[in-house]
């Protein structure tokens, strides 16, 4: 089984602190992906990495920055957390399944910014 | 327009019916679909893929309607563990995948 793991359930951080949040996998996939998901606006996609060292801006991508320094490894960092970041953040790693790449998602950090 | 809409519910069904959800899509161009579960405070997982030709899984059958741009999601003998919510997501021929903010399903004794 793929197994997605992220380095927090729950985060409290406060206004202007550094954030990472760490996303690990051992499927070997090279794709992998960062989402928040707030009520009503569904999952928005904010980064994403194709590779060691690649990174691809999503939908949203103001206010965070992420690192790929190994393949199993995918971080998302905000440099300043501010209150509108308070959300549920969703790593995946993408890989094939049957004949279609699928998306097999990490447990979730959900993150609160006073 | 959204890219991908879905009704958000809830559907409030008992158990043992039958209940159909519909989405639609706008980018004419998509090529791959599929439905993903969420449960509650859980991470999405993927339900099935939907193809061209239609695809069924035990008690759940996918549907996808290119000339009028929606996937549909039927969900037969609904179980009380069917409750979830719904997630529609689209590839619009691209290198990411589209959400749907999703349809949550009660199912009640």
């Known amino acids: 089984d793929v197994k997605v793991t992220q380095s927090s359930r729950y985060l409290v951080k406060r206004t202007g602190e550094k954030v990472f949040l760490e996303c690990v996998q051992d499927?070997?996939?090279?794709?992998m992906f960062w989402y928040r998901q707030d009520p009503g606006l569904g999952l928005r996609l904010i980064y994403f990495?194709?590779?060691?060292?690649?990174?691809e801006k999503g939908d949203i991508p103001e206010g965070y920055s992420v690192s790929r320094e190994k393949k199993e490894r995918f971080s998302l960092i905000l440099e300043s957390a501010s209150t509108n970041q308070t959300s549920m953040y969703l790593c995946a790693s993408e890989g094939l399944a049957g004949e279609s790449l699928e998306q097999f998602f990490g447990p979730g950090t959900r993150l609160t910014v006073l | 327009r959204k890219e991908v809409e879905q009704d958000p519910g809830p559907f409030n069904v008992p158990e043992g019916a039958t209940v159909a959800f519909n989405c639609t899509y706008s980018n004419s161009a998509s090529q791959s679909f599929f439905w993903y579960r969420q449960d509650c405070r859980k991470e999405p997982k993927l339900l099935m893929s939907?193809?061209?030709s239609g695809n069924e899984d035990g008690r759940f059958t996918a549907q996808l309607n290119r000339a009028s741009q929606y996937i549909s999601l039927l969900i037969r003998d609904s179980k009380l563990s069917d409750s979830a919510t719904y997630l529609c997501v689209v590839n619009p021929n691209t290198d990411k995948l589209i959400f749907g903010t999703g349809t949550r399903l009660q199912v009640f004794p």
């Open positions: 939907v193809y061209s």
């Open positions: 990495s194709y590779d060691v060292k690649m990174k």
């Open positions: 499927m070997d996939h090279e794709n």
